[in-house]
């Protein structure tokens, strides 16, 4: 999913290894790992998706880079 943002450039989500890809408009890039599948929803409704990000996947769920 790519969005309109100043942080993330894009992000996806795969349901089966509950592991969430977000890619930095710095093009690092990141999965999250153990994220519910409510939360990817609620982070992609979000008006600000760095914001969400931030404030709910950051130190919540274990991640690597991984690029």
Do not use: Q
């Not at 349901?15 to 982070?43: I, K, W």
């Amino acid at each position: 999913m790519v969005m309109p943002s100043t942080v993330i450039a894009s992000m996806k989500y795969d349901p089966a290894s509950l592991t969430l890809r977000v890619v930095y408009v710095s093009g690092m890039v990141y999965d999250y790992h153990d994220v519910p599948p409510g939360v990817y929803e609620s982070m992609r409704r979000a008006t600000s998706k760095g914001r969400f990000l931030n404030r709910h996947i950051k130190g919540h769920y274990p991640f690597e880079k991984v690029g």
